[in-house]
C-alpha cells in the first residue's frame, strides 16, 4: 500500500491549507489514519490522528484549535485543515495509516509546508 499526500505549498502566516492522503492499491477504510511533521533539525512528531469511524480525533497540543483531521472512507481519504499557520508549523507532513497502538504500518511520501512569517 502506498499513501499519496498532496496540498503542501508556501503560505504566509496566518494562512491556511489543506493536506489530503489517499491510498493507492487498497482501501483502507477500516485503519486509523493520521499526519506526522517533520522540520529541519528536529525528530518527527504526532500532528493528529482519526479513528476509521471518524469518531475519535486526537491532537497534538501544538495544532490543537487549529488544524482539524477529516476523513472520507468512501476514498479512503484523509485531510488536515491547517489554519491559523505559524512559521513553525514548517515542516515536511507525512501521512500514515494503520491499525492498533502502533498504528503507523503505512507511510506516505510527505509534503512540504512551508509558512512565511
Known amino acids: 500500500v502506498q499513501l499519496q499526500a498532496s496540498g503542501g505549498g508556501l503560505v504566509q502566516a496566518g494562512g491556511s491549507l489543506r493536506l489530503s492522503c489517499a491510498p493507492s492499491?487498497?482501501?483502507?477504510?477500516?485503519?486509523?489514519m493520521g499526519w506526522f511533521r517533520q522540520a529541519p533539525g528536529k525528530e518527527r512528531e504526532f500532528v493528529a490522528r482519526i479513528v476509521r469511524s471518524g469518531g475519535s480525533t486526537l491532537y497534538a497540543d501544538s495544532v490543537k484549535d487549529r488544524f482539524t483531521i477529516s476523513r472520507d472512507n468512501a476514498k479512503s481519504t484523509v485531510y488536515l485543515q491547517m489554519d491559523s499557520l505559524k512559521s513553525e508549523d514548517t515542516a515536511v507532513y507525512y501521512c500514515?495509516?494503520?491499525?492498533?497502538?502502533?498504528?503507523?504500518?503505512?507511510w506516505g511520501q510527505g509534503t512540504q509546508v512551508t509558512v512565511s512569517s
Open positions: 500514515a495509516a494503520g491499525r492498533g497502538t502502533n498504528w503507523t504500518d503505512y
Open positions: 492499491g487498497r482501501t483502507l477504510s477500516n485503519y486509523i
